[in-house]
């Protein structure tokens, strides 16, 4: 509270684009996101009372499609979207933070490390029991993301190599729901964005590497992915002054704050 | 008188408009999901797995998931609200009777929602611990907090109809000497069948057209369930899980094969009802 | 034989028992865990209670965006459901006869048995389908939201009335037209007033199916963050959506116990709702079965 008091002092003049005038911005999609997305909304709207700003989730896949069809102003994504999505909807793409996706368990969880095999394995469903991995003789329970959502694309396509996920895994909708199912199940595992890592769950290194945030600033932690936040054609007005805005000071320092990895 | 003509008009075009809402969301969603028909894709899609990297969209699994969430719901429900209806009859209308009721009527006012959030927190690591293996998101659990939420309303069916079973039978099972048990066995619950059966059929569509318990509460895969610790998807969780897919891709308009499926389900139990019911005009909300 | 009727008894105490005691453990668990969190500062947050009801200021950290959003979009939902549904209960039970009734009425039962997430899901692709042919700025909003939950409780009212009307005993009905009254006259000035009750009855359970709703808002509108809802054509927030929302993406045990308080504070509006409308349809009913 008081360092981002003393911070919005400091970074006043980021939000000085945003004393004048009205009007709405809509925003939904990755669900990553939505930390930085809800601080930076709080802030612009706790200075103008004539500005509304709405967040929704979604999932990537929702995003890009919403503001490709018009439905909202900011589609904010946690995958680059596709050449034939960009080319369908003539989006415009804003990358202002880099993020990990990495695999969490249960903190009461003796697991801590996997090889990239071994997730594979299990992701399958393969392996069933923690009992070949060192853990108690319990069987595990995968959870995985729906199908909208950027961060399964991500962490399907580069930690489990495109390997299948079972048709057993229990499907969550967020980030956010990943974090609470794994936090509150002791045999659990799944993936999250490392942004969102904190001490509810416990992340696991794959093949020796824990998806911290150095990890993923230099290079050693392979899964990794941008945030996007996407519009169709350029923006204007009131959507443009708050893309500005996540890539000025104030807005990266928010990235960082919650977790990210700003690009700035 | 013309005035009364024009009400008698206005009234009749509120019902109309109400008839024409009923359609119309039928309607639209056979609209919208015709690609699927015309393809002959329905009948396939009923039968098929959910599998959407390789572009397979069956809602079997779904069927599946509904189907066994709402029966069990059911088979741990129908007794639970047959004994509850028999003691708020059997106490004679008495205090006991009396305040068994407003206990039962407060219970039909607890929302879905809430029911699923204190079941995630309490129901879910329960199950978890009990039952080795599973992750407590299961079917078991979905059904369990399913059978409390519809039995209120079941249990308040099940009474009236018991309440309205002809004075003249119980009077004669008193003067034959019968004892209440038998009263209660013999006579009240074989003349109020219909009443029963409309009951069970209507939380059976109550049960199958639930949203947010086997949303937040039944884990969600999408392989078709074998055992009740299973996890499972129902088809009104598989709407409000990929209503964010692309509004033109097919996977969206499986969507509308779902809410076709539901609506011919309720349908179905709505004609099944009006069938066997006896009930004209009776409502119990 | 004998042994089911002497088990059928301590069977049907039995069966209270659980039901009771299920329910019971279940809302302890919500008190106890929740209870702690009721205060000012889970409604209002950071902000005075005086300023955020003024709207001077915006609320973030508190329910009040999200308990304004589930109260304007039930006064919404029932003002357009509330005409429709009176007027075709009055038809239902005054004017139609025969075969007409006889398929209204099916078709009446049939769009009480909707799941919600069908009307929700017919909600979202109207939406759509407008956003698309008619104008740009149509999108799942809070009109759009509203509309659908009209639909919703629509078939509630009509029974509702319908039954009132049809329940009311035949010496009232017959009285003002023996006088030389109109149908007209007939229906306004005795046969509503008499069936009042029971209306608003259904009126309050329509509200408080209205305001517990989650499946019809979450397809057309409802967001997790929006502030107090500024225009009809606009995201919102709603208690029930926070409250599923909060239970699967809590962040921390901060945003756990607000899910309580809300869940807390959404039980207490609908069973308040319910209670009232079931008091107000019993004193109908004993009024009208002891009528002199």
């Known amino acids: 509270m008081f360092v981002s008091l003393i911070a919005s002092i400091l970074y006043a003049g980021d939000l000085d684009t945003f004393k004048n005038g009205e009007g709405t911005v809509k925003i939904s999609g990755g669900t990553a996101h939505i930390p930085v997305m809800k601080e930076a909304a709080k802030r612009i709207m706790q200075l103008n009372p004539d500005i509304q700003i709405s967040i929704a989730g979604g999932g990537s896949g929702a995003g890009i499609k919403q503001v490709g069809e018009g439905l909202v102003d900011i589609g904010n994504s946690g995958r680059k979207a596709t050449d034939e999505e960009i080319h369908k909807y003539g989006l415009k793409m804003f990358n202002w933070a880099i993020d990990g996706v990495g695999v969490v368990v249960n903190p009461k969880n003796s697991v801590k490390v996997i090889s990239k095999e071994g997730l594979k394995d299990i992701f399958s469903g393969k392996v069933k029991s923690w009992k070949s991995l060192g853990g108690p003789d319990k069987n595990i329970n995968v959870y995985t993301r729906d199908e909208a959502s950027g961060t399964r694309e991500v962490f399907w396509g580069k930690?489990?190599?495109?390997?299948?996920?079972?048709?057993?895994?229990?499907?969550?909708?967020?980030?956010?729901?990943?974090?609470?199912?794994?936090?509150?199940?002791?045999?659990?595992?799944?993936?999250?964005?490392?942004?969102?890592?904190?001490?509810?769950?416990?992340?696991?290194?794959?093949?020796?590497?824990?998806?911290?945030l150095e990890n993923v600033k230099n290079d050693k932690y392979k899964v990794a992915r941008g945030l996007y936040s996407n519009t169709k054609g350029e923006p204007s007005g009131l959507t443009k002054k708050f893309i500005e805005y996540l890539f000025s000071a104030e807005g990266q320092q928010i990235a960082s704050q919650k977790g990210f990895i700003p690009v700035k | 008188m013309r005035f009364e003509h024009i009400l008698e008009k206005i009234f009749l075009s509120?019902?109309?408009?109400?008839?024409?809402?009923?359609?119309?969301?039928?309607?639209?969603?056979?609209?919208?999901?015709?690609?699927?028909?015309e393809g002959g894709h329905?009948?396939?899609?009923?039968?098929?797995?959910?599998?959407?990297?390789?572009?397979?969209?069956?809602?079997?699994?779904?069927?599946?998931?509904t189907l066994s969430i709402a029966s069990l719901a059911l088979f741990f429900s129908f007794p639970l609200s047959i004994g509850c209806a028999a003691l708020i009859c059997n106490a004679d209308g008495g205090k006991l009777s009396w305040m068994l009721k407003k206990a039962v009527q407060l219970m039909t006012?607890?929302?879905?929602?809430?029911?699923?959030?204190v079941g995630i927190f309490l129901l879910v690591p329960i199950i978890r611990e009990l039952f080795n293996g599973g992750a407590g998101m299961c079917i078991l659990s979905a059904s369990l907090l399913l059978a409390i939420l519809i039995s209120p309303t079941m249990i308040l069916f099940f009474a009236e109809s018991f309440a309205q079973v002809p004075k003249s039978y119980l009077y004669a099972v008193d003067a034959l000497g019968g004892s209440k048990a038998q009263k209660l066995l013999y006579v009240i619950i074989p003349s109020s069948w219909h009443g029963i059966l409309t009951g069970l059929v209507l939380s059976l569509g109550r049960a199958m057209g639930d949203t947010l318990i086997a949303l937040m509460i039944a884990g969600n895969a999408v392989a078709i369930p074998h055992s009740v610790l299973d996890s499972a998807r129902s088809l009104t969780s598989h709407i409000a899980l990929v209503i964010a897919a692309d509004f033109d891709s097919l996977e969206f308009r499986t969507l509308f094969a779902c809410g076709i499926v539901l609506y011919v389900f309720t349908t179905l139990i709505v004609i099944v009802i009006r069938r066997v019911g006896v009930f004209s005009g009776h409502s119990v909300s | 034989m004998r042994i089911i009727e002497k088990c059928i008894i301590p069977f049907s105490w039995l069966c209270a028992l659980i039901l009771l005691s299920a329910v019971g453990c279940l809302m302890g668990y919500l008190f106890i865990k929740g209870l702690s969190s009721l205060n000012l500062a889970l409604i209002f947050g950071n902000v005075k209670p005086l300023d955020a009801l003024l709207f001077r200021r915006q609320v973030f950290d508190g329910l009040f965006p999200a308990i304004i959003g589930t109260l304007i979009l039930v006064l919404l939902s029932v003002s357009i459901a509330i005409p429709i549904g009176v007027s075709a209960g009055i038809y239902m039970a005054e004017y139609a006869t025969g075969r007409i009734k006889k398929i209204f009425s099916l078709f009446f039962d049939i769009l009480a048995g909707i799941p919600s997430i069908v009307v929700g899901l017919f909600g979202f692709s109207v939406a759509v389908f407008l956003h698309h042919y008619v104008s740009k700025r149509?999108?799942?909003?809070?009109?759009?939201?509203?509309?659908?939950?009209?639909?919703?409780?629509l078939p509630y009212l009509?029974?509702?009335?319908?039954?009132?009307?049809?329940?009311?005993?035949?010496?009232?009905?017959?009285?003002?037209?023996?006088?030389?009254?109109?149908?007209?006259?007939?229906?306004?000035?005795?046969?509503?007033?008499?069936?009042?009750?029971?209306?608003?009855?259904?009126?309050?359970l329509s509200i408080g199916r209205c305001a517990e709703d989650t499946a019809v808002i979450m397809l057309t509108g409802v967001v997790a963050m929006a502030g107090v809802p500024q225009s009809l054509f606009g995201h919102y927030e709603a208690l029930p959506f926070y409250i599923y929302y909060i239970s699967s993406q809590y962040t921390d045990s901060n945003e756990l116990m607000k899910g309580y308080g809300a869940a807390i504070i959404l039980l207490m509006i609908c069973v308040g709702l319910f209670s009232v409308a079931f008091f107000i349809k019993r004193r109908v009913r004993q009024y009208v079965l002891y009528q002199p």
């Open chain 3, 138 to 153: 149509i999108y799942p909003c809070l009109l759009i939201s509203a509309l659908s939950l009209a639909f919703l409780v």
């Open chain 2, 42 to 65: 329905f009948f396939r899609l009923l039968t098929q797995s959910w599998m959407p990297d390789r572009g397979i969209y069956g809602i079997y699994p779904m069927i599946i998931g």
């Open chain 1, 159 to 212: 930690a489990l190599d495109k390997g299948k996920i079972t048709a057993k895994a229990n499907v969550v909708v967020s980030n956010g729901a990943m974090k609470s199912a794994i936090a509150n199940d002791p045999y659990g595992i799944g993936y999250v964005s490392a942004g969102h890592i904190d001490m509810s769950v416990s992340p696991v290194a794959l093949d020796g590497v824990l998806p911290s």
């Open chain 2, 109 to 117: 006012g607890v929302p879905t929602v809430v029911y699923g959030f």
């Open chain 3, 158 to 204: 009509i029974r509702a009335t319908q039954v009132a009307l049809e329940t009311l005993p035949n010496n009232i009905r017959k009285t003002a037209p023996a006088l030389g009254a109109t149908r007209f006259q007939n229906i306004f000035y005795v046969l509503i007033p008499q069936s009042l009750a029971s209306i608003i009855s259904g009126t309050i």
């Open chain 2, 14 to 37: 509120a019902a109309i408009i109400s008839v024409f809402v009923t359609v119309f969301i039928f309607g639209f969603m056979f609209f919208l999901g015709f690609p699927l028909i």
